[in-house]
């Protein structure tokens, strides 16, 4: 069983910084693609920024410039830096990961438990 144990949300001001962390355990082989989702209430969940295995990233046009993604193969974690942050950033941010578990001979996408990201005055 792999999990994906995030950490670092919660409120901050507009203008304001945060830095999500996401790591992962289990009997992993290796992982592939890392990424970061939101979901606002009644919203469908989005893509915010992708990071491959050797490090290339792709962003949600409205985070471009502001949030940062980056990953620590070693500590098998990913972050998400967000920078200049903005009402409409509010939302559940879910880490997932496409994985190679020991046992398995193929990757499986994995989802975090979410933290909570309020931007607010």
């Known amino acids: 069983q792999v999990q994906l144990v995030e950490s670092g949300g919660g409120l901050v001001q507009p203008g304001g910084s945060l830095r999500l962390s996401c790591a992962a355990s289990?009997?992993?082989?290796?992982?592939?693609?890392m990424g970061w989702y939101r979901q606002a209430p009644g919203k469908q969940r989005e893509l915010v920024a992708v990071?491959?295995?050797?490090?290339?990233?792709n962003y949600a046009d409205s985070v471009k410039g502001r949030f940062t993604i980056s990953r620590d193969n070693e500590k098998k974690t990913v972050y998400l830096q967000m920078n200049s942050l903005k009402p409409e950033d509010t939302a559940v941010y879910y880490c997932?990961?496409?994985?190679?578990?020991?046992?398995?001979?193929?990757?499986?996408?994995?989802w975090g438990q979410g933290t909570q990201v309020t931007v607010s005055s």
């Open positions: 990071i491959s295995s050797g490090g290339s990233t």
């Open positions: 289990g009997s992993i082989y290796s992982i592939n693609t």
């Open positions: 997932n990961a496409n994985i190679v578990l020991a046992s398995s001979g193929s990757y499986r996408l994995y």
